[in-house]
């Protein structure tokens, strides 16, 4: 199973960007998709997971920004970011939860490369 994600880049305070992941490989079904970010010296942080029903959960400091949505035929998951701030760069990584494969019984999670947004102010 493989992550691939997109979207990030340079954008100034105020603008908004659009990341986008897709799993791809022989998966049977993922629990759940979401987004997480890092930044140089801390743990990776939560920032929106959406499960397949539709059920999402936010870090507080972004749900009023950020929108998490998901396409489960596509396994891609989205994150559309607004009024994006200098605190916001980071890394962000797509991560695939309890993902089952052809074949296997067991669930396993995964991680994306992750790609770079960075805020000017």
């Known amino acids: 199973v493989q992550l691939v994600e997109s979207g990030g880049g340079l954008v100034q305070a105020g603008g908004s960007l659009r990341l986008s992941c897709t799993a791809s490989?022989?998966?049977?079904?993922?629990?759940?998709m979401g987004w997480y970010r890092q930044t140089p010296g801390k743990h990776r942080e939560l920032v929106a997971t959406?499960?397949?029903?539709?059920?999402?959960n936010y870090a507080d400091s972004m749900k009023d920004r950020f929108t998490i949505s998901r396409d489960n035929a596509k396994n891609t998951v989205y994150l559309q970011m607004n009024n994006l701030r200098p605190e916001d760069t980071a890394v962000y990584y797509c991560?695939?939860?309890?993902?089952?494969?052809?074949?296997?019984?067991?669930?396993?999670?995964?991680w994306g490369q992750g790609t770079q947004v960075t805020v000017s102010s």
């Open positions: 991560n695939a939860e309890r993902v089952v494969v052809a074949g296997s019984p067991h669930e396993y999670d995964y």
């Open positions: 490989g022989y998966i049977n079904s993922i629990y759940a």
């Open positions: 959406i499960a397949t029903g539709g059920s999402t």
